[in-house]
């Protein structure tokens, strides 16, 4: 069996538990002064990758990468405290990058760094593109298994991902090198154990800038105008049965 | 806009849900399926009221309309033999409903279980949420205003109607239900918000608002109320000050009696108590709303307070810790003060077996891989995220360096947060899920506040009541936890039935326990009708008098919330 060397993209997003709110000028949501956090899809991702290398899967690194800027740092910093090796940081502090611009500097990370395996979240939470792992898999010409809610790696570099599909599960076969992405079922994350967030201090994190990879990256979409979602109608009170039923009538449900 | 520091608790209890939902399915074990299908969601108290948040009289009304148990809870005057209904009281006839209808008008409304059958719809109003209580009380009045409130007080004392005044009914002592027929007189329907300074942070309401509203609104403008409990799904404000609630905030912010500037009452005779005073300071005279905090509702009715509320913090951070033995865990909150200083918000205490437990009843995992006896929940709340976080890393570094703690977490991001607070405040739930619980609340000097676990555990097994595993046995565990940094406890007796020889063997020992170590028999959760009798172990004689001639002077009929409080031999 090959040594899997894992690469695990994480973004920090606007925190799972955050009500977003549109900005006022209506181009974008706030995200000044709001908390964030990992994308919950990295975390399976991280997860897994943690747990391929504990069920005793010969794996010889784990890097976690994450673009953007410098607050990243700490995104990865907590991705290393719950198991990644070490990791790597594309500082990029005025342009969000789109989907195909991460992953046409995915596809550079992978052949630099040599990675067999990239376990990625099915999407972000906050733009909920779903498309990166797409991407990369057709810029690397590599086999995907989308949505992976279990996957097994055999002696012979054969891996089995079982996905969730409409009505069941789907169950695919492709042989490394291979991309993931991950679904919720996947697995339970960890939580950062002080010990570890102490260790993943000392580990190496590595900052480069889009110029080192010589490509442009230049957003290709222009958000028009952000809305919030109309507000929910609050529901009504009747005072008795009767009261439903003239209700119901007038509503013309009767 | 500010973090949501832990008000979006729906959050969690869908996924706590969820997990457990699932997990009843995936392995039916032998007990869970015994129990009635609702009994597997945890927290249920708390989902109605967050699925019914539009009102808050629905959540009361969802109480009643809960499937009823299979085994009905006894009536607390058989479980009691020892209390007589006060015969001066009237029995209520068709003439008061009448004239309480009239007062009510068409904005309240009442359950009238005087000149109907309206059995059902009481039951939630007459059973306290432990189901250890159960009065008998065949009417119920929601008033809207005060003078609705007066009106009714007026006839009641002319006609020496006994009252229950009644707000969430989440009280653990029996305090919030009737014993005999005392109309209950719901604070359910005042739920208003009747204004809110953004300046001074002074927060005026009615008595009804639900905790976590108040503290929703309040988020929502930067500012947080200075108390949090397990509960704040359905208690309201008016309760919680009438119980002078101390909860999980108490460390940081303090007690209500500081944090309550003005309170509005109703009198036994009808009197409206106006004190609604919105400014902290106020040397004049006696300070009487002061006996309103912590009188459970045994001198007036509150209608409406006035709360100084504090700025929200918008960094929050939540360590979970490992410790090895409880000597380690009173260091681990010595250096929490030192490090953390200003910062620190909560350091809560969980002994194993309280994990273990919530773990059990909730099917859910503990954030640690190994077993500990003791864990710690430690939460900072301050201005500025990076200093904050400094800070920690300091105090974390600190006491995994000198091995004070074994192992610990540091919640990522929100959700951990909400997770990490549910093992501790799931633990009384979960104290609860096997059958029911005998709840102590315990004022203890730190050095010795644990030591009353081990020794309740020892006598609950030189009784041979107590196995773990067999069923024939009423108590399945003795576990400990607690708010460390209030030097309180919280012992919980996890039965698998009621049995008075438990209680027996608890009461009063429990309470001599305390005494000699100059505790409080009651931190946080009163009297009311369990302690009445217990009150001799934690004030002297002179003390009780002097209450008895407060409760004399306020309500000389003696209808208001009777046989209970101060009232006791």
Known sequence: M???????????????????????????????????????????????????????????????????????????????AMGCDRALHVVEEKQELEPLGVAKLLQKVVEDEKRNLVILGKQSIDDDANQTGQMLAGLLNWPQATQASKVEIDESDNVTVTREVDGGVETLRAKLPMIITTDLRLNEPRYASLPNIMKAKKKPLEKKSLKDYGLDVENRLKTVKVQEPPPRQGGGKVEDVDGMIAKLKELGAL | MPPLNRCLPALRRIRLANATFERSIARQTPRLPALPAYALLPQRRWQHAATASASQETSNEDEAGQPTPSKQIKYTSDSYPDLKRDSRFKQLDEADVKHFKEILGSSGSLIDGVT??????????????????????????????????????????????????????????????????????????????????????????????????????????GYIFPLDLGAKGTCQLGGNVATNAGGLRFLRYGSLHGNVLGVEAVLPDGRIFNDLFTLPKNNTGFDLKQLFIGAEGTIGIITGISVHCPQRSPAVNVAYFGLDSYEKTQQAFREAKKKLGEILSAFEMMDGAAQKLYAKANGAKLPLEGEYPFYCLVETSGSNGEHDEAKLNDFLEHVMGEEIVADGVVAQDETQVQS??????????????????????????????????????????????????????????????????????????????????????????????????????????????????????????????????????????????????VSGG
């Open chain 1, 2 to 80: 090959s040594k899997l060397r894992i690469l695990v993209p994480v973004k920090r997003v606007i925190d799972y538990a955050v009500k977003p709110r549109v900005n006022k000028a209506q181009t974008a949501v706030e995200k000044n002064n709001v908390k964030h956090s990992m994308n919950p899809f990295d975390e399976l991702s991280i997860e897994e990758a943690v747990r391929l290398r504990e069920a005793k899967k010969p794996v010889e690194d784990i890097l976690a990468f994450s673009a953007g800027p410098a607050k990243c740092q700490d995104t990865l910093r907590t991705a290393m």
């Open chain 2, 116 to 221: 109907q059958d309206a059995q059902d719809d009481l039951e939630g109003y007459n059973a306290d949420w432990m189901r250890k209580y159960r009065g008998q009380a065949r009417l119920v009045l929601k008033p809207t205003t005060k003078e609705q409130v007066s009106g009714i007080m007026k006839y009641c004392n002319e006609k020496m109607i006994a009252v229950n005044p009644q707000g969430g009914n989440t009280g653990l002592v029996g305090g919030s239900v009737p014993v005999f027929d005392e109309v209950v007189i719901n604070l359910g329907k005042m739920n208003k918000i009747r204004s809110f300074d953004e300046v001074s942070g002074v927060l005026v309401a009615d008595a009804g608002v639900i905790l976590e509203e108040a503290d929703s609104y309040l988020a929502e403008r």
């Open chain 2, 420 to 565: 990490l607070w549910a093992c501790r405040e799931g633990i009384s739930e979960s104290s609860q899920h096997f059958g029911g619980v005998y709840k102590y609340d315990l004022s203890i000097p730190l050095p010795e506040l644990y030591d009353l676990v081990p020794a309740t555990r020892q006598r609950m097994e030189d009784e041979g009541l107590l196995d773990a595993e067999d069923d024939a046995k009423p108590v399945m565990d003795v576990v400990g936890y607690g708010h460390m940094g209030d030097q309180n406890l919280h012992l919980n007796v996890v039965m698998r039935r009621y049995d008075k020889k438990v209680e027996a063997a608890l009461e009063p020992w429990v309470y001599e326990w305390v005494r000699e170590r100059q505790g409080s028999i009651s931190a946080e959760h009163g009297l009311g009708l369990a302690k009445r009798n217990y009150v001799g172990y934690s004030r002297d004689e002179e003390m009780i008098k002097l209450m008895r001639q407060i409760k004399q002077l306020y309500d000389p009929n003696g209808i208001m919330n009777p046989y209970k409080y």
